[in-house]
């Protein structure tokens, strides 16, 4: 079972979608709660990464991606857990953060379905593109994301959990 998570992001997007949607439903009672949970969530997701590079480590730009992107998803989820208060007034930012690096970790597998010869890579490589621009939007703009963060985060982890389950079925 292990092996099957640490080869396959459909799980952690689907965790995405869902925590996504509970985000919009119960915005305030859950803002404690939701930091909690992406804490762990973020520790989880981001040994499963590292734990899938030193499974199958390569010298390929992606399984450096996998490894970075690991680590700073465990850094993260240590952060969130031990102050998730002053994460409330950042969370904005760290969201925009997570969906940044998503995001470009995203593109990096559409140009791999290009290099591969999959015919509809372009679709992958604009899903990637739109998240990193929120991702954007979410650290430039944090002051405007803060006035409904849980809602316009929700939103934005259904969509990129979507669109990292979208990109995770077309793999190899």
């Known amino acids: 079972m292990l092996r099957k998570l640490t080869e396959s992001p459909v799980l952690l997007s689907i965790l995405m979608i869902v925590f996504g949607i509970i985000l919009v439903v119960w915005p305030n009672p859950v803002l404690s709660i939701a930091l ?5 969530a973020l520790i989880i ?7 899938g590079w030193f499974r199958h480590r390569t010298n390929r730009w992606t399984g450096y991606t ?3 992107g690991g680590l ?11 102050n998730p208060v002053g ?5 904005p930012t760290l969201i925009g953060i997570i969906i940044l690096v998503s ?3 995203n593109m990096v597998k559409a140009l791999d379905l290009k290099k591969i010869g999959y015919r509809r890579w372009n679709i992958s490589f604009v899903f990637a593109l739109i998240t990193i621009i929120v991702g954007l939007i979410f ?8 006035a ?11 969509y990129d959990g979507a669109v990292s389950l979208w990109i995770a079925t077309r793999r190899l």
């Not at 700073?72 to 031990?82: D, E, F, M, P």
């Not at 650290?139 to 803060?146: F, G, K, R």
């Not at 409904?148 to 259904?158: E, H, K, Q, S, V």
């Open 103 to 105: 995001g470009i970790i």
């Open 66 to 68: 996998r490894l970075g």
């Open 45 to 51: 997701g981001g040994a499963i990464s590292v734990i």
């Open 87 to 91: 994460i409330a007034s950042i969370f």
């Open 72 to 82: 700073v998803a465990i850094v993260g989820g240590i952060i969130v857990l031990s």
């Open 148 to 158: 409904i963060p849980l809602i316009a985060a929700g939103i934005t982890l259904i």
């Open 139 to 146: 650290i430039s703009q944090p002051m405007t994301a803060l």
């Open 36 to 40: 909690k949970l992406l804490g762990i």
